[in-house]
């Protein structure tokens, strides 16, 4: 029980720390955030909502540079300024906007705001649990190995999901009537809009896949329904 010990606090510190990062989170967001009513993005937002049987998809506009898309914990779908901005100025088109809400929406269909909550926790407990083990042998480089395991794990459950994501966006996108060309499209900007941030990052410690990566699985997607 006393090994067991050091694992399960950490579980508890991590779910107190979630729960507040959520709540947090959300006033972060509702403090900096407006809803988006531009017509174009409107216009897409309600083919996206009549693929899904809906009335409404309601976008927000995140007040922050970065260009980003994001599914908050409530399942609230934000669009950061700095992508509207690229919009505006002729950078990114309406339907290529429409690829990161489908991307987002299948974020929250899927479950995935809720079961990175659940994955952080894991990490934090694997972290631990390694740490302890690593350090009977290794005593100087233990924790390093052991949040680069940790780390490493974390990425490619994250990159898991973002492929997920892209082939419930590919199909919605699809129903929708717009296809799949801008969400292509838009990831072969995707480096070019975001600065190349993460291009030097290695593959196993990136938390999203690279961008042709997720090209080729778009296209291994549709193939495959065509068949």
Known sequence: ???????????????????Y???????MLAAKSRPLEDPEILRVTRALAR?????????????????????APDGRIYLTRGFYNRFRAGAVSADELASVIAHELGHVALGH??????????????????TALFARFLPIIGIWIANAIS?????????SDEYAADEYA?????????GTGPQKRLFEKLEALTGGHGAAVPAWLRSHPRAADRIAAIEAHEARWNG
């Open 1 to 19: 029980m006393s090994r067991l010990l050091p694992i399960l606090l950490a579980l508890a510190w991590a779910f107190v720390m979630i729960r």
């Open 170 to 178: 590919s199909a919605l996108l699809i129903k929708a009537g717009i």
């Open 151 to 159: 780390t490493a794990l974390a990425a490619r459950l994250s990159r």
């Open 51 to 71: 693929a899904q049987g809906l009335d409404h998809i309601a976008v927000y506009l995140f007040d922050i540079e970065a260009v980003n898309g994001l599914a």
């Open 113 to 130: 705001t809720r079961k990175r909550m659940i994955d952080v926790t894991g990490q934090n407990a694997l972290f631990i649990a390694l």
């Open 21 to 27: 990062s959520v709540w947090q989170t959300s006033r």
